[in-house]
Nanobody, 122 residues
Framework: QVQLVESGGGLVQAGGSLRLSCAAS????????MGWFRQAPGKEREFVAA????????YYADSVKGRFTISRDNAKNTVYLQMNSLKIEDTAVYYC???????????????WGQGTQVTVSS
């Protein structure tokens, strides 16, 4: 099973930017579609973004489209989430996910990281 470790979370003011990283080990990185999900207190985990195995195709939730960018560097076994124009509503624990299966982007997640906290303040 692939191991995933997120980093880059923290406290940022509304309108600011943050870049999350997810380092993968224990598997062949290019064999996994990768994604980001988030969970706010008292809410269900929700899909944020996903990227295909080659990095050629990306998908976004409507709530983050135009503000967030997912990317991957297969040579570094790392997936990123660049978050711009952050809103208070973006506050959540962000989780990295991996899945070797061919699934709709929002359904991926056979492996999960431990999560990293993102807090957006005014």
């Amino acid at each position: 099973q692939v191991q995933l470790v997120e980093s880059g979370g923290g406290l940022v003011q509304a309108g600011g930017s943050l870049r999350l990283s997810c380092a993968a080990s224990g598997g062949t990185f290019s064999s996994y579609a990768m994604g980001w999900f988030r969970q706010a207190p008292g809410k269900e985990r929700e899909f944020v973004a996903a990227i295909s195995k080659s990095g050629g195709t990306s998908y976004y939730a409507d709530s983050v489209k135009g503000r967030f960018t997912i990317s991957r560097d297969n040579a570094k076994n790392t997936v990123y989430l660049q978050m711009n124009s952050l809103k208070i509503e973006d506050t959540a624990v962000y989780y990295c996910a991996a899945d070797p299966r061919r699934l709709p982007p929002s359904m991926l997640g056979s492996s999960w990281g431990q999560g990293t906290q993102v807090t957006v303040s005014s």
